[in-house]
T-cell receptor
Framework: KQEVTQIPAALSVPEGENLVLNCSFT??????LQWFRQDPGKGLTSLLL?????REQTSGRLNASLDKSSGRSTLYIAASQPGDSATYLC????????????FGTGTRLKVLA | GAVVSQHPSWVICKSGTSVKIECRSL??????MFWYRQFPKQSLMLMAT?????????EQGVEKDKFLINHASLTLSTLTVTSAHPEDSSFYIC??????????????FGPGTRLTVT
Protein backbone atom coordinates (compact mmCIF):
# COMPACT_ATOMS: atom_id res chain seq x y z
CA LYS A 1 0.00 0.00 0.00
CA GLN A 2 1.36 3.36 -1.04
CA GLU A 3 1.98 5.81 1.78
CA VAL A 4 3.05 9.39 1.25
CA THR A 5 4.71 11.39 4.00
CA GLN A 6 5.74 15.03 4.10
CA ILE A 7 8.36 16.55 6.34
CA PRO A 8 8.23 18.92 8.08
CA ALA A 9 4.57 19.06 9.06
CA ALA A 10 4.88 22.78 9.72
CA LEU A 11 7.47 25.41 8.91
CA SER A 12 7.84 29.07 9.78
CA VAL A 13 10.52 31.14 8.07
CA PRO A 14 11.39 34.82 7.62
CA GLU A 15 10.69 36.42 4.28
CA GLY A 16 13.42 35.98 1.69
CA GLU A 17 14.64 32.58 2.77
CA ASN A 18 15.07 29.72 0.36
CA LEU A 19 13.37 26.59 1.63
CA VAL A 20 12.89 22.94 0.86
CA LEU A 21 9.81 20.84 1.46
CA ASN A 22 10.15 17.09 1.42
CA CYS A 23 7.85 14.34 0.21
CA SER A 24 8.55 10.62 0.49
CA PHE A 25 6.59 7.67 -0.82
CA THR A 26 6.91 3.98 -0.02
CA UNK A 27 6.22 2.44 -3.43
CA UNK A 28 8.55 3.70 -6.15
CA UNK A 29 6.31 2.37 -8.94
CA UNK A 30 4.62 5.67 -9.58
CA UNK A 31 3.38 7.21 -12.81
CA UNK A 32 3.83 10.81 -11.77
CA LEU A 33 3.96 13.13 -8.77
CA GLN A 34 2.19 16.43 -8.37
CA TRP A 35 2.69 19.29 -5.94
CA PHE A 36 -0.26 21.38 -4.83
CA ARG A 37 -0.89 24.45 -2.76
CA GLN A 38 -3.93 24.82 -0.53
CA ASP A 39 -4.94 28.06 1.13
CA PRO A 40 -7.05 27.85 4.31
CA GLY A 41 -10.61 26.77 3.56
CA LYS A 42 -9.92 26.58 -0.14
CA GLY A 43 -9.40 23.96 -2.80
CA LEU A 44 -6.09 22.91 -4.29
CA THR A 45 -3.98 24.71 -6.86
CA SER A 46 -1.63 22.60 -8.95
CA LEU A 47 1.96 23.86 -8.83
CA LEU A 48 4.10 21.33 -10.63
CA LEU A 49 3.70 17.87 -12.13
CA UNK A 50 6.67 15.57 -12.62
CA UNK A 51 6.42 12.49 -14.77
CA UNK A 52 8.17 9.36 -13.48
CA UNK A 53 10.74 9.68 -16.29
CA UNK A 54 11.61 13.25 -15.33
CA ARG A 55 13.99 14.46 -12.66
CA GLU A 56 12.66 17.96 -12.10
CA GLN A 57 10.24 20.66 -13.13
CA THR A 58 10.49 24.40 -12.66
CA SER A 59 7.95 27.19 -12.54
CA GLY A 60 9.06 30.65 -11.50
CA ARG A 61 10.49 30.48 -7.99
CA LEU A 62 9.46 26.86 -7.60
CA ASN A 63 11.53 23.83 -8.47
CA ALA A 64 10.42 20.27 -7.83
CA SER A 65 12.74 17.29 -8.10
CA LEU A 66 11.97 13.60 -8.19
CA ASP A 67 14.15 10.65 -7.23
CA LYS A 68 11.86 7.74 -7.91
CA SER A 69 14.30 5.03 -6.89
CA SER A 70 14.66 6.45 -3.40
CA GLY A 71 11.00 7.41 -3.16
CA ARG A 72 11.59 11.12 -2.66
CA SER A 73 10.58 14.44 -4.06
CA THR A 74 11.50 17.93 -2.93
CA LEU A 75 9.87 21.27 -3.58
CA TYR A 76 12.30 24.16 -3.51
CA ILE A 77 10.93 27.65 -3.01
CA ALA A 78 13.35 30.47 -3.70
CA ALA A 79 13.18 33.87 -2.02
CA SER A 80 10.06 33.07 -0.04
CA GLN A 81 7.34 35.70 0.33
CA PRO A 82 4.44 36.09 2.79
CA GLY A 83 2.10 35.23 -0.08
CA ASP A 84 3.67 31.78 -0.20
CA SER A 85 2.09 30.99 3.18
CA ALA A 86 -0.18 27.99 2.63
CA THR A 87 -0.27 24.24 3.01
CA TYR A 88 1.72 22.35 0.40
CA LEU A 89 0.64 18.85 -0.56
CA CYS A 90 2.33 16.29 -2.72
CA UNK A 91 0.43 13.48 -4.37
CA UNK A 92 1.50 10.43 -6.33
CA UNK A 93 -0.37 8.69 -9.08
CA UNK A 94 0.16 4.97 -8.71
CA UNK A 95 0.31 3.75 -12.29
CA UNK A 96 -0.88 4.57 -15.77
CA UNK A 97 -4.00 2.45 -15.42
CA UNK A 98 -5.63 4.72 -12.91
CA UNK A 99 -6.01 8.42 -12.36
CA UNK A 100 -6.13 8.03 -8.59
CA UNK A 101 -3.76 10.06 -6.49
CA UNK A 102 -2.52 9.33 -2.98
CA PHE A 103 -1.95 12.51 -1.02
CA GLY A 104 0.75 13.29 1.49
CA THR A 105 0.14 14.66 4.92
CA GLY A 106 1.03 18.22 3.92
CA THR A 107 3.44 20.91 5.12
CA ARG A 108 1.94 24.08 6.58
CA LEU A 109 4.21 26.95 5.61
CA LYS A 110 4.18 30.39 7.15
CA VAL A 111 6.45 33.08 5.75
CA LEU A 112 6.89 35.99 8.12
CA ALA A 113 7.12 39.54 6.80
CA GLY B 1 -8.52 27.17 -18.52
CA ALA B 2 -9.18 23.93 -16.59
CA VAL B 3 -11.55 25.42 -14.04
CA VAL B 4 -13.58 23.24 -11.72
CA SER B 5 -16.42 24.70 -9.70
CA GLN B 6 -18.39 23.38 -6.76
CA HIS B 7 -21.76 24.37 -5.43
CA PRO B 8 -22.55 25.20 -2.76
CA SER B 9 -19.35 26.50 -1.20
CA TRP B 10 -20.76 25.91 2.25
CA VAL B 11 -23.89 24.35 3.66
CA ILE B 12 -25.38 23.77 7.06
CA CYS B 13 -27.97 21.06 7.44
CA LYS B 14 -29.81 19.29 10.20
CA SER B 15 -28.99 15.75 11.21
CA GLY B 16 -30.99 13.23 9.20
CA THR B 17 -31.39 15.34 6.10
CA SER B 18 -29.67 14.87 2.73
CA VAL B 19 -27.34 17.30 1.02
CA LYS B 20 -26.29 17.42 -2.63
CA ILE B 21 -22.98 18.89 -3.75
CA GLU B 22 -22.30 19.65 -7.41
CA CYS B 23 -18.95 19.54 -9.16
CA ARG B 24 -18.61 21.01 -12.64
CA SER B 25 -15.75 21.25 -15.10
CA LEU B 26 -16.38 24.63 -16.68
CA UNK B 27 -14.17 24.66 -19.75
CA UNK B 28 -13.32 21.06 -20.44
CA UNK B 29 -14.88 17.63 -20.48
CA UNK B 30 -13.89 15.23 -17.75
CA UNK B 31 -14.63 11.57 -18.12
CA UNK B 32 -13.29 10.99 -14.64
CA MET B 33 -13.95 13.01 -11.51
CA PHE B 34 -12.91 12.32 -7.97
CA TRP B 35 -14.44 13.09 -4.61
CA TYR B 36 -12.31 13.71 -1.53
CA ARG B 37 -13.02 14.63 2.03
CA GLN B 38 -10.68 16.54 4.27
CA PHE B 39 -10.88 16.86 8.03
CA PRO B 40 -9.29 19.88 9.72
CA LYS B 41 -5.51 19.94 9.42
CA GLN B 42 -5.50 16.59 7.67
CA SER B 43 -4.78 15.59 4.12
CA LEU B 44 -7.24 14.67 1.44
CA MET B 45 -8.75 11.21 1.55
CA LEU B 46 -10.13 9.83 -1.67
CA MET B 47 -13.74 8.73 -1.28
CA ALA B 48 -14.67 7.61 -4.77
CA THR B 49 -13.88 7.77 -8.46
CA UNK B 50 -16.73 8.93 -10.65
CA UNK B 51 -16.89 7.95 -14.31
CA UNK B 52 -19.37 9.46 -16.72
CA UNK B 53 -22.21 7.12 -17.48
CA UNK B 54 -21.21 4.38 -15.07
CA UNK B 55 -21.30 3.57 -11.40
CA UNK B 56 -18.79 5.19 -9.12
CA UNK B 57 -15.95 3.21 -7.61
CA UNK B 58 -15.74 3.68 -3.86
CA GLU B 59 -12.67 3.42 -1.70
CA GLN B 60 -12.55 0.89 1.07
CA GLY B 61 -14.50 2.01 4.10
CA VAL B 62 -16.68 4.51 2.24
CA GLU B 63 -20.39 3.69 2.40
CA LYS B 64 -21.76 3.85 -1.12
CA ASP B 65 -25.36 3.97 0.12
CA LYS B 66 -24.57 6.97 2.25
CA PHE B 67 -22.49 8.90 -0.26
CA LEU B 68 -24.37 8.71 -3.54
CA ILE B 69 -22.42 9.78 -6.59
CA ASN B 70 -23.90 10.52 -9.98
CA HIS B 71 -21.86 11.47 -13.03
CA ALA B 72 -24.59 12.30 -15.49
CA SER B 73 -22.54 14.21 -18.04
CA LEU B 74 -18.96 14.93 -19.01
CA THR B 75 -19.05 18.18 -17.05
CA LEU B 76 -21.09 17.37 -13.96
CA SER B 77 -20.75 15.00 -11.04
CA THR B 78 -22.83 15.17 -7.87
CA LEU B 79 -22.27 13.86 -4.38
CA THR B 80 -25.29 13.38 -2.14
CA VAL B 81 -24.72 12.84 1.54
CA THR B 82 -27.80 10.96 2.69
CA SER B 83 -29.14 10.99 6.25
CA ALA B 84 -26.30 13.25 7.30
CA HIS B 85 -24.88 13.04 10.81
CA PRO B 86 -22.55 15.43 12.66
CA GLU B 87 -19.60 13.14 11.96
CA ASP B 88 -20.15 13.77 8.24
CA SER B 89 -19.20 17.40 8.79
CA SER B 90 -16.12 17.94 6.69
CA PHE B 91 -14.64 19.72 3.71
CA TYR B 92 -15.57 17.93 0.49
CA ILE B 93 -13.44 18.55 -2.58
CA CYS B 94 -13.91 17.28 -6.10
CA UNK B 95 -11.38 17.10 -8.89
CA UNK B 96 -11.39 16.38 -12.59
CA UNK B 97 -8.63 14.88 -14.69
CA UNK B 98 -7.22 16.53 -17.80
CA UNK B 99 -4.12 15.87 -19.82
CA UNK B 100 -1.65 18.65 -19.09
CA UNK B 101 0.87 20.34 -21.33
CA UNK B 102 3.60 18.06 -20.02
CA UNK B 103 1.71 15.07 -21.35
CA UNK B 104 0.75 13.83 -17.95
CA UNK B 105 -2.72 13.60 -16.51
CA UNK B 106 -3.23 16.46 -14.09
CA UNK B 107 -5.97 16.85 -11.60
CA UNK B 108 -7.78 20.14 -11.26
CA PHE B 109 -9.58 20.76 -8.03
CA GLY B 110 -12.73 22.54 -7.14
CA PRO B 111 -12.77 25.14 -4.34
CA GLY B 112 -14.40 22.71 -1.93
CA THR B 113 -17.66 22.58 -0.02
CA ARG B 114 -17.78 22.99 3.73
CA LEU B 115 -20.53 20.81 5.18
CA THR B 116 -21.68 21.30 8.74
CA VAL B 117 -24.29 18.96 10.14
CA THR B 118 -26.01 20.16 13.31
Amino acid sequence: KQEVTQIPAALSVPEGENLVLNCSFTDSAIYNLQWFRQDPGKGLTSLLLIQSSQREQTSGRLNASLDKSSGRSTLYIAASQPGDSATYLCAVRRNSGTYKYIFGTGTRLKVLA
Amino acid sequence: GAVVSQHPSWVICKSGTSVKIECRSLDFQATTMFWYRQFPKQSLMLMATSNEGSKATYEQGVEKDKFLINHASLTLSTLTVTSAHPEDSSFYICSASLEGWTGGIEQYFGPGTRLTVT
